[in-house]
T-cell receptor, first 109, second 114 residues
């Protein structure tokens, strides 16, 4: 079946450091999203990025659909960036998402 | 506006209770979803409604009963739940046009079954 794999599973950073999170998927996608889940459980949309590169402030993302991976870059990390980052792709024509297992990010002051 | 709302935020219920979770969106999205998320796990799909019709049921036990009264509302009726059903229940919505599947999530209902 469709697989979404994220790495690393855990990441601890000092405030101000940069990081790269990776998402590999098993076949071609027409929907790839990155989310940040805050400590209260809210899934916050970061990027909808089936291909190409997007930037939003300190965050940017790149999806190379032909090579079946996506990267999320976080620069100058802040303690508020802590939480779990999920990538997810559509599992079918209904748009339902299949999630990776997430990367748990802890940013220390 | 990209907001999906869910009520209640927290719910504690006994195994013999009947309760309902509610989800609402006003983005004109024609697909709505229920996901279940256990601690330290990713969300997993339960149900999909497209154009107010149930299109996907991921073999969810009948003690969970979804309902889509109109294109903006989605309910999840709960009856005779088990303690292992305790989880975060997330509602989401999206358009159904190819290339615009971006999905938006509500804040979730944290359910505890005693």
């Amino acid at each position: 079946g469709i697989q979404v794999e994220q790495s690393p599973p855990d990441l601890i950073l000092q405030e101000g450091a940069n990081s790269t999170l990776r998402c590999n998927f098993s076949d071609s996608v027409n929907n790839l999203q990155w989310f940040h889940q805050n400590p209260w459980g809210q899934l916050i949309n970061l990027f909808y990025i089936p291909s190409g590169t997007k930037q939003n402030g300190r965050l940017s993302a790149t999806t190379v659909a032909t090579e079946r991976y996506s990267l999320l870059y976080i620069s100058s990390s802040q303690t508020t960036d802590s939480g779990v980052y999920f990538c997810a792709r559509a599992g079918g024509s209904q748009g339902n998402l299949i999630f990776g297992k997430g990367t748990k990010l802890s940013v220390k002051p | 506006d990209t907001e999906v709302t869910q009520t209640p935020k927290h719910l504690v219920m006994g195994m013999t209770n009947k309760k309902s979770l509610k989800c609402e969106q006003h983005m004109g999205h024609r697909a709505m979803y229920w996901y279940k998320q256990k601690a330290k796990k990713p969300p997993e799909l339960m149900f999909v409604y497209s154009y107010e019709k149930l299109s996907i049921n991921e073999s969810v036990p009948s003690r969970f009963s979804p309902e889509c009264p109109n294109s903006s509302l989605l309910n999840l009726h709960l009856h005779a739940l088990q303690p292992e059903d305790s989880a975060l229940y997330l509602c989401a919505s999206s358009r159904l046009r190819l290339g615009t599947y971006e999905q938006f999530f509500g804040p979730g209902t944290r359910l505890t079954v005693l």
